[in-house]
């Protein structure tokens, strides 16, 4: 059993079936031939990994998981899958929308900076708040309820995304609060389903698209073509993530071919690198209560091994302190950057 490319995005696996399949990928170790994760910083090769099955796990891992209780000892569910950001100086004292205790403020950093624009902020001033929006990789939906509920509150909100364990997330907990603002669609990005020009904004935050370093690939060219598609004339695409640095150039002249120009960016990496540093110690709880979870890790020596390979692959997918995706941020090899785009 392979974990890293093995599973599928359609699947919501239950707890019994992630036991079976954790215990699988532990005693596989006996034939394994290849080394996938690292031992030292938790860097899985692109050849060795599928992000399908990587979040099939995941998202099905944080619901199996439940509630747990952070570093400080504040209950929570996961449900925010971002790396996020500490609040920027430059925008002023603190994230309004959020609390600085709050285990997961990060991630909601994160999707309020996607609104916090000051000609953003106007288009919405101008509609009284009654903007749509639609996000092309949301996850659990967690970043949308917080933009419903807390940035955006007369907005209409569809939440988008091709793993199916991130999206009955959001119908279970997220749907049911907010009053039909808030649909749920299990639908891959480069092939949706939704009305041309039917969005003011199309949001996109920390997806997993734009990761080969310094090129725009077809399948970016195809998600980028279908958020042109769904955006209204007039409206603007928000979008914010943590990607190799030399492949916003491409991305941004692939953008500009569509029509679409560029507003405005802030390159807010060093407060990724804070907000990574603060939250080490909630990682680092969330992985033991991980690690405690499940039987597989408790079978003698292969079980220590695995539970330390499944440790540093967690803490490098959150970009913990002493990864290797942590480091990229410290060394230049990526940025984070938060970008406005207008159609015309």
């Given at each position: 059993?392979d974990i890293l490319t093995n599973l599928?995005?359609?699947?919501?696996?239950?707890?019994?079936?992630?036991?079976?399949?954790?215990?699988a990928w532990v005693l596989s170790k006996?034939?394994?031939?290849?080394?996938?994760?690292?031992?030292?910083?938790?860097?899985?090769?692109?050849?060795?990994?599928?992000?399908?099955?990587?979040?099939?796990?995941?998202?099905?891992?944080?619901?199996?998981?439940?509630?747990?209780?952070?570093e400080t000892g504040q209950p929570y569910?996961?449900?925010?899958?971002?790396?996020?950001?500490?609040?920027?100086?430059?925008?002023?004292?603190?994230?309004?929308?959020?609390?600085?205790?709050?285990?997961?403020?990060?991630?909601?950093?994160?999707?309020?900076?996607?609104?916090?624009?000051?000609?953003?902020?106007?288009?919405?001033?101008?509609?009284?708040?009654?903007?749509?929006?639609?996000?092309?990789?949301?996850?659990?939906?967690?970043?949308?309820?917080?933009?419903?509920?807390?940035?955006?509150?007369?907005?209409?909100?569809?939440?988008?995304?091709?793993?199916?364990?991130?999206?009955?997330?959001?119908?279970?907990?997220?749907?049911?609060?907010?009053?039909?603002?808030?649909?749920?669609?299990?639908?891959?990005?480069?092939?949706?389903?939704?009305?041309?020009?039917?969005?003011?904004?199309?949001?996109?935050?920390?997806?997993?698209?734009?990761?080969?370093?310094?090129?725009?690939?077809?399948?970016?060219?195809?998600?980028?073509?279908?958020?042109?598609?769904?955006?209204?004339?007039?409206?603007?695409?928000?979008?914010?993530?943590?990607?190799?640095?030399?492949?916003?150039?491409?991305?941004?002249?692939?953008?500009?071919?569509?029509?679409?120009?560029?507003?405005?960016?802030?390159?807010?990496?060093?407060?990724?690198?804070?907000?990574?540093?603060?939250?080490?110690?909630?990682?680092?709880?969330?992985?033991?209560?991980?690690?405690?979870?499940?039987?597989?890790?408790?079978?003698?020596?292969?079980?220590?091994?695995?539970?330390?390979?499944?440790?540093?692959?967690?803490?490098?997918?959150?970009?913990?302190?002493?990864?290797?995706?942590?480091?990229?941020?410290?060394?230049?090899?990526?940025?984070?950057?938060?970008?406005?785009?207008?159609?015309?």
């Open positions: 059993m599928n995005s359609k699947t919501d696996y239950s707890n019994t079936q992630l036991q079976f399949i954790l215990s006996l034939g394994e031939r290849k080394k996938k994760i690292s031992r030292r910083d938790g860097d899985v090769s692109e050849a060795d990994y599928n992000k399908g099955s990587i979040y099939s796990l995941l998202y099905s891992l944080y619901r199996s998981v439940g509630v747990v209780k952070s569910e996961l449900t925010f899958n971002t790396w996020g950001y500490a609040w920027p100086k430059e925008w002023g004292a603190g994230n309004p929308t959020t609390s600085p205790t709050d285990p997961q403020r990060f991630g909601k950093n994160a999707y309020t900076g996607l609104f916090e624009f000051a000609a953003v902020k106007e288009y919405v001033r101008a509609r009284d708040g009654k903007v749509h929006v639609v996000e092309l990789g949301c996850g659990t939906g967690a970043g949308a309820h917080h933009v419903c509920s807390k940035v955006l509150p007369k907005c209409t909100y569809e939440a988008v995304d091709m793993q199916r364990a991130a999206i009955e997330t959001c119908r279970r907990k997220f749907v049911p609060e907010l009053g039909g603002r808030l649909i749920a669609t299990h639908a891959d990005a480069t092939r949706l389903d939704v009305k041309d020009e039917s969005a003011d904004f199309v949001a996109v935050c920390e997806t997993h698209v734009t990761e080969r370093t310094g090129v725009c690939t077809d399948e970016d060219q195809r998600f980028f073509k279908t958020m042109h598609r769904i955006l209204k004339k007039g409206g603007y695409f928000v979008w914010g993530n943590a990607i190799p640095d030399p492949t916003w150039k491409p991305c941004y002249e692939f953008l500009e071919s569509l029509g679409m120009k560029k507003i405005e960016e802030y390159d807010v990496t060093k407060y990724a690198v804070q907000a990574r540093d603060e939250d080490k110690g909630r990682v680092d709880a969330y992985v033991d209560h991980c690690l405690r979870k499940f039987l597989g890790f408790r079978i003698p020596v292969l079980g220590n091994q695995r539970a330390h390979e499944a440790r540093m692959a967690m803490e490098n997918f959150y970009r913990n302190p002493g990864t290797r995706l942590y480091e990229k941020m410290i060394d230049g090899t990526d940025s984070y950057r938060v970008v406005l785009f207008h159609k015309p």
